[in-house]
């Protein structure tokens, strides 16, 4: 399929996915043009990394770019109940002594661009303004993409793999109906952000916190950026925070009142952008690939972000998709088998953090279950930090099952 003009490998969208896989691939000798609609830098939501993130960063040459930047380093996360009940910070280095646990709070249209700036010096051929029409296929079997340029020429691009990386948009997720919702977790989020707000000093400074509304019908994010920066956000049930409410601005005031420590400490700064909202939420794609084309990042599936795994989540499914690409064209096969094998392990850490997502939704006190198992209390810490992807992790979940028995039955 590919020709000295074509590339070996088309990949739809400019994200953390899309840069991730790109640049993987190139890493490997082999042929990449990405097409990205929009022209970065561009605004996105999903600002705080976890430590997992690390290892594909380390893989893509980023490391050294991160630590010079001026993203907030993170080195812990900490939780606030609904009466305004600090816990103690949940610092990563205790658990895993290691520079990777040390990560950072990022403005992700600046992380995003140096990204993509990273993947064009990889030899990554790279398309800003052009956006992918149609995938073209052959069959049932994907054989390009036909693009449009800001001047309005069309062209197509004939290639071995298709990688739809588009985002919640995806292309072929719609294309194929193979969206599926997610009705434990149909959420939504409404934010904003300011400048001058209370942040904590020294390690605390960038901390991520969690803060639960009165009466649990949601919770709130704290995520200090620089420049004095930090984004804020409500996350609630779909039909409570846009069904019967007013405007956004008027429901994300009201939120506030309800969790006094957000009040609080927004209460010393000013708001400096409008509100955002969003309200699709948890889902995931019934397929991860098919013959000559696969799907990564928010194209593939998207998890509520109570615990920040949306860009580990990216770069992971980035990488094990462009790990697959490559063995394919070494071997001459990109079937649906070969693109997707990684598929069903990577479920399983997704599911793992959906089922984690879940347990505080449900009221789970993570402090009381760590008491009570205390064995447990290491893996607790590697969901946290993103290191999903191994079975002994589900003994985690066998306790909290038991657990909730127990107290059950004590009612």
């Not at 994907?142 to 948009?169: I, L, M, N, P, Y």
């Not at 977790?185 to 639960?212: H, M, P, Q, S």
């Not at 708001?271 to 969003?278: E, G, H, L, P, S």
């Not at 394919?328 to 990577?346: C, I, M, N, R």
């Amino acid at each position: 399929m590919s020709t000295a003009e074509n590339p070996h490998v088309v990949v739809i969208g400019g994200g953390p996915a899309g840069a991730t896989a790109s640049t993987l691939i190139a890493q490997q000798g082999y042929r990449v043009e990405l097409f990205e609609r929009e022209r970065f830098p561009r605004f996105h939501i999903g600002e705080s990394l976890i430590p997992e993130t690390y290892w594909v960063l380390k893989r893509l040459n980023m490391l050294d770019k991160m630590k010079a930047s001026p993203f907030i380093k993170k080195y812990s996360v900490q939780f606030v109940n609904e009466f305004g009940k600090e816990s103690a910070p949940f610092y990563f280095t205790k658990h895993r002594p290691h520079e990777c646990s040390q990560t950072w709070q990022v403005v992700r249209s600046e992380f995003d661009e140096m990204m993509l700036q990273n993947a064009e010096e990889h030899g990554v051929q790279v398309h800003q303004g052009v956006r992918v029409l149609d995938v073209l296929f052959e069959g049932d079997r994907a054989v390009g993409v036909k693009v449009v340029d800001e001047r309005g020429s069309t062209r197509e691009v004939h290639a071995d793999v298709v990688v739809d990386a588009s985002g919640q948009s995806s292309m072929l997720i719609n294309k194929f109906k193979l969206r599926v919702p997610d009705p434990e977790l149909n959420k939504g989020a409404i934010w904003t952000y300011f400048e001058g707000a209370y942040r904590d000093r020294g390690e605390d400074e960038g901390a991520t916190v969690v803060l639960r509304v009165e009466g649990k019908k949601g919770w709130f994010w704290y995520i200090p950026q620089h420049n004095n920066i930090v984004s804020v956000g409500v996350v609630g049930d779909f039909d409570y925070l846009f069904k019967g409410r007013q405007d956004h601005e008027t429901t994300y005031r009201e939120e506030l009142d309800r969790c006094p420590a957000v009040k609080e400490r927004v209460s010393m700064g000013k708001q400096v952008a409008k509100i955002f909202a969003t309200k699709d939420y948890t889902y995931r794609s019934s397929r991860v690939a098919g013959d000559g084309w696969v799907l990564v990042g928010d194209a593939f599936g998207f998890l509520d972000p109570l615990y920040s795994s949306g860009v580990l989540l990216a770069l992971k499914s980035g990488q094990l998709a462009a790990d697959a690409i490559t063995e394919g064209l070494g071997k001459g096969d990109t079937s649906e088998a070969q693109l997707g094998g990684w598929g069903p392990e990577y479920l399983k850490g997704m599911d793992r953090m959906r089922r984690l997502v879940c347990e505080y939704y449900d009221g789970l006190s993570f402090g009381q279950f760590v008491r009570r198992y205390p064995h447990h209390g290491g893996g607790v810490t590697d969901l946290l930090i993103g290191d999903l992807f191994k079975d002994d992790l589900d003994a985690v979940f066998e306790s909290i099952d038991e657990m909730k028995a127990d107290l059950a039955a004590a009612k």
